[in-house]
C-alpha cells in the first residue's frame, strides 16, 4: 500500500470512531424514584433516604421572596414516582440530576415560571433549554424577575468581581431600603440596608466567580438590580 493511501486509510478509521461516539455517545439514563417530600424548591427527598438537588438552578433561599412559592411548585411532584437523569453527586451527599415528571422537565418548568435562575459552572446539554426559559422569565418579568416599583432610586456605581470585591450603590430616594443581595450559588447572601440619599459600599472576597457569576439585588417588592457577566 502506498503511503499516502495508507494515510487516507487510518484518517477515514478514524474520522468514523469520532463520529459514531458522537452520534451514540452514552447518555445518562433516567431511573424511576419515589419522593416523600419536598425539602425546598430545588431539593427533594426520595423514598430511598437520598436528597436530589435538581441541577442547573437555584432557587430562593430562606428570607428571600418567592421561597414558598417556589416550595409549592415542586410540591406537585411529592408522592408521586419521577424519573431522575442524575449527574453525579455533591459535597452534601445529594444527588445532583434532572428531573422529570409526566415527561416533563421540572427544572426547566420552575425557571419558566420566574422562581429559580440559571446555576451553572459548566454548561451541559440542558444549558440552551434553561438559558432560555430564564430569559421568557426576565424578559416578562415574572415571579422573582418582577422589578421593585422603587427600583429606579437604586443605581449602581461599580460592581468589581475580582479581589478585592466591591459593590458599590447609591439610593437617589428620600426614603431607605432593605436589601437582599446575592450571587449565582446562594453561598454568600447580604441581608443589608441603604439609606435615604446615601451611597452603600459592600466589601467582599472569594464570593463571585471570576469565571463567571451574577448579582442579584432586590428590597421587600421585588428586584431592584441584576448584573451577570
Known amino acids: 500500500m502506498k503511503k499516502g493511501v495508507g494515510f487516507v486509510v487510518v484518517l477515514l478509521i478514524v474520522l468514523s470512531g469520532i463520529w459514531y461516539y458522537q ?3 452514552p447518555k445518562s439514563p433516567r431511573q424511576g424514584a419515589n419522593v416523600i417530600s419536598v425539602i425546598d424548591g430545588d431539593t427533594i427527598e426520595l423514598d430511598s433516604g437520598m436528597r436530589v438537588r435538581l441541577l442547573g438552578i437555584n432557587t430562593p433561599d430562606k428570607g428571600m421572596l418567592y421561597r414558598e412559592e417556589a416550595a409549592q411548585f415542586t410540591r406537585q411532584v411529592e408522592n408521586k414516582t419521577i424519573f431522575i437523569e442524575s449527574h453525579g453527586g455533591d459535597q452534601y451527599g445529594r444527588i445532583l440530576a434532572y428531573v422529570y415528571f409526566d415527561d416533563i422537565l421540572i427544572n426547566d418548568e420552575i425557571v419558566r415560571a ?4 440559571l446555576y451553572y459552572y459548566e454548561k451541559d446539554s440542558h444549558y440552551d433549554e434553561l438559558k432560555k ?3 421568557y422569565a426576565r424578559s416578562n418579568e415574572i415571579g422573582m424577575w418582577k422589578f421593585s416599583p422603587d427600583k429606579n432610586c437604586i443605581a449602581l456605581i461599580e460592581f ?9 450603590l447609591q439610593n437617589s430616594c428620600d426614603r431607605s431600603f432593605d436589601l437582599v443581595i446575592k450571587d449565582d450559588a446562594s453561598a454568600h447572601i447580604v441581608k443589608t440596608k441603604i439609606n435615604s440619599n446615601s451611597i ?3 466589601n ?3 464570593v463571585f466567580n471570576d469565571a463567571g457569576d451574577s448579582v442579584y ?3 421587600e417588592k421585588g428586584m431592584v438590580l441584576f448584573e451577570r457577566y
Open 23 to 25: 452520534f451514540n455517545e
Open 160 to 168: 468589581k468581581h475580582t479581589e478585592p470585591e466591591r459593590l458599590i
Open 133 to 135: 426559559s430564564e430569559d
Open 204 to 206: 467582599s472576597s472569594h
Open 114 to 117: 420566574g422562581l429559580a435562575h
Open 217 to 219: 439585588i432586590w428590597d
Open 200 to 202: 452603600l459600599q459592600q
